[in-house]
């Protein structure tokens, strides 16, 4: 069965979308990610333009973030306080995102610009995150204890001026770095069509310490906060989010998360920065061949409209 989309302006199989979504959603609430950072590959790899991809993909995302929130609040495993930081900053990093999202496309580079992200930021992140996982299981299997500090304890640039307490997070920084993290963490959701989790997550755990309980919630809802902005600047700015898409990833990623969201209560936290960080380099290395490899097309012809 298929459905033609009126922004995309192609038809896709409805079983084929609904499967990504809810295999997406699954990811999504495993690991406290928004799921863009698969989902909106994927729409690429499938045909769908670039622009209209990374647009309506923040759908689902805010639809999958929501679930996933909401589950949060419920287990108290929410930190609200450190969660509205994120939000503010989140919310100028989304604003700035759009804006050359809308400059990249009118140039004519969105493509090569939203390539060359995923390539530096996913093999990056994820190669960091890959040796720590190596490197606490082989100290492990030797008997040796990593010195590490425990939640609680900072790094000293986190002892910069303006400092707040969130006893939730066990944590007491300064809100610049924090305010600095999730104003990229805004820009690059909006620029890539990703929940930014995939930053966020590593960020809270290895940079500011949070326990790994808290993580979760807490990037969940500052992730479902600065992508509703996001999608509705992409909607009134754009004009890329394709509706009759977004219902599909929105159906098929909220009945994914549920199982998603169960599942990884039960996932060890060793385990989980080792998948997490398979994961960035699948898709960081996925986009790195596209790069590399000549294009069965080398050149096209167009016929453009031209304007008077």
Sequence with gaps: MQVYLPIAEMPVSVLLILGLGAAVGFVSGLFGIGGGFLMTPLLIFLGIPPAVAVATQSA?????????????????????????????????????????FAAARRAGQLDLVIVISYVSLFTVVGSLMLKESIREFWSSRRGVRLPRRRAGSHASFLGW?????????RLYASVIPILGTALF?????????????????????????????????????????????????????????????????IVGGVFGA???ARAGRNLRAELFRFLLAILLLGVGLRFAVELILQPNEPFALTVQESRT
Aim: charged share 10%.
């Design 60 to 100: 689902q995302i805010v639809a999958s973030s929501m679930t996933n929130a909401l589950s949060a609040v419920r287990r108290k495993a929410l930190d609200v306080k450190l969660g509205m930081m994120l939000v503010v900053g989140g919310f100028v990093g989304s604003a700035l995102g759009v804006w050359f």
């Design 258 to 260: 549920q199982f998603g």
């Design 161 to 169: 001026p303006i400092r707040m307490r969130f006893p939730r997070s």
């Design 185 to 249: 963490v805004g820009f690059a959701g909006a620029l890539l069509g990703i929940g930014g989790g995939f930053i966020m997550v590593p960020a809270l755990l290895y940079v500011f310490r949070v326990p790994t309980a808290v993580v979760v919630g807490t990037s969940h809802f500052q992730i479902l906060c600065t992508t509703i902005v996001a999608l509705i600047l992409h909607a009134v700015a754009n004009q890329a989010v394709d509706i009759v898409l977004a219902i599909l990833l």
